[in-house]
């Protein structure tokens, strides 16, 4: 296959030959895997093509989707509620289901009512139902958040700014804060309220248990110079150290990067409304304009999937073209 | 604390003052300052007392002004093109940053 790129590591991460290489495609828009644990090697396009579902040996199958940014009608991409509805397309056409999505933030452009109404109206064709939700930036413009956590973060008691966590299959997921209160100068931010949550909520956990974090910030430094980074995610990832399997989702960056560190792999899932420059290569990280018939491909969702008994998650981009 | 640099505008509707002194003679005066690439444009901007300072966004992206030691009000996040006017208070720096995008700082020096 020529279309996506598979690596198979069970605990020491990635080399660097195959990160430059998975760049390099990501770089083009195309699509690129690398997998912990098993079942990295099909995309939900292809899963869809075969009509083919997910081998019986998949415990756990969930969705990421992030940065919608409903009200956004720049050059960058001026119907961004199209390629949301393409997105949700995509989730309805897997023959197999996932469990639930998770929304990792700004699903809108400016905060606006009229922005969340049509995310919600468009997120109904979705045939799956559980949705979990962390804010980004764009969603707590004007208020600290208050119309968000109103909305999306009731149902699951979220504490605090909006930090919540939930089990499913045995996985422990944590859903955390780092767009509010942030500090002149300064990067994405957690704050000592929810860290010490945080601390607590692990806690009573063994040290088998899969956990998955996810955030709208990246909770590792991607690039400091444009703010992608969070400024107390090493305390947060302290927290986690002793857990054998950690998965970190993030969004806010619109393009796929993904390192791995010990046991625990940070991962940045692919916008549904434009792409923004890699890191460094452009004057600012502002949306970034592409060929319209390029668009698509650098678009995209991730699925993540759990197998029982596999140290790490299988974490699997397809783009939107 | 008191509003030192005070008088607030969108999209050059309307300028109201939200306390403090202006005055009259040099309130007409524009001190423009850009929002471009991320960033502020002058970084430093020193102006008189009593002048308006009108800070205007011109990337894709919504930014805010928020003063850092909250010496001013706030503005909401500004879309493209939308501005946001203060008007120049008691003399002093005051510095501010976008709390969308927290690496954008600027400052503002006010004299007499």
Known sequence: MSDYISHDHEHDGIDRRGFLQCMAWAGTGLLWTVSGGVLASRTLAEIAKAGGSLPAATDLSFLQISDSHIGFSKEANKDVTETFKIALDRINAMPTPPSFLIHTGDITQLSKPEEFDTFDQVLKSCKTKDVFFVPGEHDVLNDGGKFYRERYLKSVEAKGAGWYSFNKNGVHFIGLVNVLNLQAGGLGQLGDEQLEWLEADVKGLGADTPIVVFAHIPLWAVYPQWGWGTSDSERALGYLKRFGSVTVLNGHIHQVLQKVEGNVTFHTAMSTAFPQPAPGTAPSPGPMKVPAEQLRSLLGLTNVQYKQGKSALAVVDSNLS | ?112
Not at chain 2, 3 to 13: H, M, Q, R, S, Y
Not at chain 2, 45 to 52: A, P
Not at chain 2, 64 to 78: D, H, P
């Open chain 2, 1 to 112: 604390m008191a509003a030192l640099l005070c008088g607030i505008a969108f999209l050059n509707l309307s300028l109201f003052a939200l306390g403090g002194e202006m005055k009259n003679a040099d309130s007409s005066k524009q001190n423009r300052i850009e929002i471009k690439d991320f960033a502020f444009n002058p970084k430093t901007l020193t102006v008189k007392s009593g002048e308006k300072i009108t800070w205007i966004n011109h990337d894709d992206e919504p930014h805010t002004v928020v003063s850092v030691e909250k010496q001013f009000k706030k503005s909401t996040a500004l879309d493209t093109d939308q501005e946001f006017t203060v008007t120049a208070g008691a003399p002093g720096t005051y510095t501010y940053f976008c709390s969308v995008h927290p690496k954008m700082t600027g400052t503002i020096v006010v004299e007499k």
